[in-house]
């Protein structure tokens, strides 16, 4: 079956540019997190999203980042005024949702972010 | 938000030892564990999820928690060169996933 697809892969911007990645999750998965990964570096939390419920916004790093999901399905991160230090990795992962067996996290490819 | 601290390494384990990777978590309400191995330009993808005190074993990986100490462990055995690569820790904090920022291990053929 599918997975967790995002795109684009790529995507090379200059500073002060707005980007937006997009992520689709797996069919039936509730709940949809984004991270942003930098070279060398851990997986850093950005936003949670679990239904119909309110975001957990707590991770986005400035008011330059937000998230939208439509339809407890697609969901798009929007970078706004991009900076160099925004360059990372950006990842997207879907699970079941809350509760046990069911965190179970699967990743998308990422979105490998570049501002010159 | 709470921690979740891991040795960066790198860990360099002889091929056919046991690998011992660490993690520790400062939130006291986490309740389910997970380890994941993330190969060099890849995603993660889950090994291990364990989510009560003790042991639990698949095939050369041991997962290991004790939530009195906040410390949760993963155990490879007869280990392999294809086992190189960051394994990251990951625990909830009130239905999100945290994760440390992962121990690079280097298996030395």
């Known amino acids: 079956g599918a997975g967790v697809s995002q795109s684009p892969s790529n995507k090379v911007t200059e500073k002060g540019k707005d980007v937006e990645l997009r992520c689709d999750p797996i069919s039936g998965h509730t709940a949809l997190y984004w991270y942003r990964q930098s070279l060398g570096q851990g997986l850093e939390f950005l936003i949670y999203?679990?239904?119909?419920?309110?975001?957990?916004k707590s991770g986005l790093p400035s008011d330059r980042f937000s998230a939208e999901r439509t339809g407890g399905s697609v969901s798009t991160l929007t970078i706004q005024r991009t900076q160099q230090e925004d360059s990372a990795v950006y990842l997207c992962?879907?699970?079941?949702?809350?509760?046990?067996?069911?965190?179970?996290?699967?990743f998308g490819p990422g979105t490998r972010l570049t501002v010159l | 938000q709470k921690e979740v601290e891991q040795n960066s390494g790198p860990l360099s384990v002889p091929e056919g030892a046991i690998a011992s990777l660490n993690c520790t978590y400062s939130d006291r309400g986490s309740q389910s564990f997970f380890w994941y191995r993330q190969y060099s330009g890849k995603s993660p993808e889950l090994i291990m999820s364990i989510y009560s005190n003790g042991d639990k074993e698949d095939g050369r990986f041991t997962a290991q928690l004790n939530k009195a100490s906040q410390y949760v462990s993963l155990l490879i055995r007869d280990s392999q060169p294809s086992d190189s690569a960051t394994y990251l820790c990951?625990?909830?904090?009130?239905?999100?996933?945290?994760f440390g920022k992962g121990t690079r291990l280097h298996i030395l053929p």
């Open positions: 992962a879907s699970s079941l949702g809350p509760g046990q067996l069911a965190y179970t996290q699967y």
């Open positions: 999203f679990q239904g119909n419920s309110a975001p957990d």
């Open positions: 990951a625990v909830t904090e009130n239905d999100k996933i945290i």
